[in-house]
């Protein structure tokens, strides 16, 4: 697989995974953390993905509480190429910085931006997508990829696809970006086969990404471009710029516009939100109950679920259906598959209680 001239990966890796407390913390957040038990994290295997793609041009954006795990797990990305953000201000922020940075050093170049936390299991079909991404970006187009629904889901966002784009097989016009629908709205988009899910996925040239933020935004736009003129303005800067996430600061904004591209794809996409979706991606192999870690660990008797043992105990279920159970030296949760989106308000909780250590 050859890399695609004047691409560069940029992997935006932040966020705490609250619904996954207490295997994901705020100082160990879950891209750093081995969820398909195959040896390598979902940060090391984003960087799997797309080093075949942009070669030795990969930036990771990533908290500075969290800069030294990341270059531990990725020994070969630089430190020059590792991006700490000073504190967090959404997807906004860190992609528009790397998008300002990329704008100095690179006039040619394309930028792609890919969670470090997604779990995409072809490659290849990845990568056909992201070298049709990067052919149609090339032509000024911010393109986002549109990965094909397998089921109705109220959990993802949603990319309405427009009419084909004739002279860029393969794209179509984005109509507009739809907010996590009820699962019944859902069922009739994918019943009319023109909603993808919206991945949060997006390739274009760095200039037009901060043109584009620039028409509702422009001192935001402009702030990212004088800390990339001047990197010692940083720590001035970087906590005047608004948090934002990409998709509400331009990609709705430009779809309206009509400057937003799809490219409809469909290879196999997981965002692992909670443990719920987690123990779906695990349940494949058939068991009945579903273990992370050490098998050795759990005996399970008459029950379903998940358990994910990290204490050195034996975790023992008798006869519990779809049952969740992590447990870490410090932190026990016990709850079901159907519940798993509220494990974030357990980490609320703590917080509020002063127990932030916890978190």
């Keep these: 697989m050859s890399a695609i001239d004047h691409f560069w990966a940029v992997i935006p890796a932040g966020g705490a995974g609250t619904r996954l407390w207490p295997l994901s913390r705020s100082s160990a957040p879950k891209f750093l953390h081995d969820l398909r038990g195959e040896g390598r994290t979902l940060l090391q295997e984003t960087l799997d993905r797309l080093a075949p793609l942009a070669s030795d041009r990969v930036v990771v954006v990533t908290g500075q509480a969290h800069r030294e ?32 940075l990329l704008e100095r050093s690179d006039p040619d170049a394309v930028m792609g931006s890919f969670a470090a936390d997604h779990v995409i299991s072809d490659p290849e079909l990845f990568a056909e997508s992201v070298r049709r991404a990067v052919d149609v970006a090339r032509e000024d187009w911010l393109v986002t990829l549109g990965i094909e629904p397998t089921f109705p889901s109220s959990a993802f966002g949603y990319v309405h696809v427009g009419d084909p784009l004739p002279a860029l097989p393969g794209a179509a016009v984005v109509r507009e970006f739809v907010e996590k629908p009820s699962v019944a709205t859902a069922e009739g988009y994918l019943a009319t086969g023109r909603y993808r899910w919206n991945a949060g996925m997006f390739v274009v040239r760095p200039t037009v990404l901060l043109d584009l933020l620039a028409q509702w935004h422009p001192d935001f736009a402009a702030a990212l471009r004088a800390i990339a003129a001047e990197p010692q303005r940083l720590d001035e800067l970087w906590p005047t710029l608004p948090k934002i996430a990409l998709d509400h600061a331009v990609a709705e904004p430009a779809a309206d516009a009509g400057r937003v591209a799809v490219v409809p794809s469909s290879f196999p996409w997981e965002d692992i939100g909670d443990f719920d979706a987690l123990a779906t991606l695990l349940e494949a192999g058939g068991v009945p109950v579903a273990v992370l870690g050490d098998a050795g660990a759990v005996v399970a008797q008459d029950s379903t679920g998940l358990v994910v043992p990290g204490s050195g105990r034996v975790v023992a279920v008798i006869g519990l259906e779809d049952v969740v159970v992590v447990d870490t030296p410090d932190a026990l949760l016990v709850t079901t598959r159907a519940r798993a989106q509220e494990v974030k308000q357990v980490v609320a909780a703590l917080k509020e209680s002063g127990r932030a250590e916890l978190t």
């Design 69 to 100: 795990a990341v270059l531990a797990q990725l020994p070969e990305v630089g430190p020059d190429s590792v991006i700490a953000e000073p504190s967090a201000r959404d997807s906004m922020a860190a992609i528009g910085l790397a998008a300002a």
